[in-house]
């Protein structure tokens, strides 16, 4: 779990200094910025994505991921917690960046991709925190300059991803045997365009709902998984 908490502490840190930077950057900086990051964020997600050869494998998952999201309404959800963390910790007569967003945002941003999955497979199965402690790096930076602009509802996202990451690390061992590297590609590569997804959503006032499709990247495993003992 050291490689989540140190990414978790980051996250925190980097959330900090951006409130700190936050008053003293021109709003017209902010927005260009912000979306630079998000055509950055949008690079990451279609190079992750293109690595992987099984595209069929990736769009079936896509597909039959955003069922499933749909029918949990597992978007909402997140939308919801946001909403009720930001009335409980925001003035209601403050004019400011919605709290929600910038949860939802950051959330999805940090626990969606390759590094957050590898990253704690690698910190469950080995011990090795290398892949994680990189990713803690990214975040905090990638923080300070959401902070900047959405506020400090990117904070809120540390917790979940303490959770998210921290479930991967500690099923680890259970989930191993069937962690083969096309498995482990076909995450990546789920988890690559969802990335590419949310530097889309921060450049457009129609959003995708990149939190309904969540499953998809874990649909992989669960087809090797059923695969494995049909045989």
Known sequence: MLGTIVNTLAILVGTTIGMLCRNGIPEKYNITVLQAIALSVILI????ALGCPDILVIIISLAVGAIIGEFLAIEAHLKNLGDFLEKKLTDPNTSTPSMSTAFVTASLLFC????AIVGSLESGLAGNHDTLFAKSFLDGVTSIILTASLGIGVGL???AVLVYQGAITLAA???KPYLIPSVVSQMSGAGGLLI???GLNMLREKKIAVGNMLPAIFLPLIYYFAT???K
């Open 157 to 159: 996202s540390a917790g």
């Open 173 to 175: 061992g259970f989930i």
């Open 45 to 48: 997600g279609l190079k992750s």
């Open 196 to 198: 590419a997804a949310i």
């Open 228 to 230: 494995t003992l049909v």
């Open 112 to 115: 969606v991709g390759s590094m």
